[in-house]
């Protein structure tokens, strides 16, 4: 069993949550069973772009990031406060902590940008939003990362992504590192995103290893 934690900012995208918790909750309930998600913020309720609030299961001070596998973050917009949250140093130091534990780390859009402000992406190949003539872009660069302008970037353990277009490629990657990339094919096949070709058979179900009861 895997544990992700969706760290969730002020004025985070919806959209870009809802990639990490359908694919995430579908290998859950009709994958392999494997991949638990646990939504966390600075607070209890948090507000996303255009104004929807969300309860979380937990606030950042009750976590501890010994219990995850793994870390994903979406993006969100200036305008409702992304940044306020984002670069907060509890919210900086939960991703350096992530980082030096070895665990994987997904992010959709500008959710690279408080990655590059912790420091994890110095010297990394990364990406990040790419409208608005690449002023997230350079800002990413600034934080010492190699900006490298395609829809998704992996460099090691850190997932990082352009727009909101790479959502549900941010989800199953992730998911195939939780996993395994027949897993992730077996999951985009059931959920209607499978577009290569044939379709991926059913995975082996897990072994289920039964221990003898003690008494």
């Known amino acids: ?30 994958g392999d069973g494997t991949t638990e998600l646990v939504t966390c913020a600075l607070q209890k309720q948090v507000r996303s772009t255009f104004d929807m609030t969300v309860t979380v299961d937990k606030t950042i001070d009750e976590i501890s ?8 973050i979406p993006g969100g917009f200036e305008e409702y406060s992304f940044y306020r949250d984002a670069y907060d140093e509890k919210f900086q130091r939960t991703i350096r902590n992530f980082h030096s534990g ?11 940008l408080p990655l ?10 990364a990406t990040t939003y790419n409208g608005n003539n690449g002023i997230r872009q350079k800002t990413l660069s600034g934080f010492g990362a ?23 490629d ?3 990657k992730l998911l195939e590192r939780l996993t395994s990339r027949k897993q992730a094919n077996y999951i985009r096949k059931i959920m209607g ?7 991926p ?9 039964l221990t003898k009861s003690r008494t």
């Open 65 to 72: 990031v010994d219990d995850f596998d793994a870390l994903a």
């Open 116 to 125: 590059g402000k912790s420091g994890i992406l110095k010297g990394k190949k």
């Open 146 to 168: 190699r900006v490298v302008d395609e829809p998704v970037v992996v460099d090691k353990n850190v997932i990082t992504s352009r727009n909101p277009s790479t959502a549900v």
């Open 201 to 209: 058979a059913k995975p082996s179900p897990p072994v289920r290893r």
């Open 170 to 172: 941010v989800g199953f």
């Open 1 to 30: 069993m895997s544990k992700t934690l969706l760290l969730l900012a002020n004025g985070f995208e919806i959209y870009e949550a809802s990639a990490f918790i359908d694919i995430l909750g579908w290998n859950f309930v009709d």
């Open 102 to 112: 070895g665990k994987i780390i997904a992010s959709i859009c500008v959710a690279a």
């Open 193 to 199: 995103f499978w577009r290569q070709g044939r379709p």
